[in-house]
């Protein structure tokens, strides 16, 4: 190996390493989000369960009210 291969093969090996790096940086990111994302379809669901029960007391509280002072015309 002649001394100017031996140096370009040490300059790949540094560009390698640091794509490495940015690689490991990259994959941190990337769990964070996938975290923060399942975070949120979490919280959906749990606002949707709510919003169903809300709907459906309202739509009971109705049902009697209607039954029994005749709300609408």
């Known amino acids: 190996m002649t001394p100017d291969e ?5 300059k790949v ?4 390493a ?3 790096e ?5 994959k941190a990111s990337l769990k964070r989000l ?4 399942n975070m949120g379809k ?6 949707l369960k709510a919003g169903v029960v ?7 509280a109705w049902a009697v009210a ?4 005749k709300v609408h015309p």
Not at 34 to 37: P, R
């Open 42 to 47: 979490g919280a959906l669901a749990l606002f």
């Open 54 to 60: 809300v709907a459906g007391l309202i739509g009971a």
């Open 13 to 16: 090996e540094q560009i390698v």
């Open 34 to 37: 996938e975290e923060l994302a």
């Open 66 to 69: 209607d039954k029994f002072w």
């Open 18 to 20: 640091g794509q490495k």
């Open 6 to 10: 031996r140096d370009r093969l040490v």
């Open 22 to 26: 940015d690689l490991d940086e990259i």
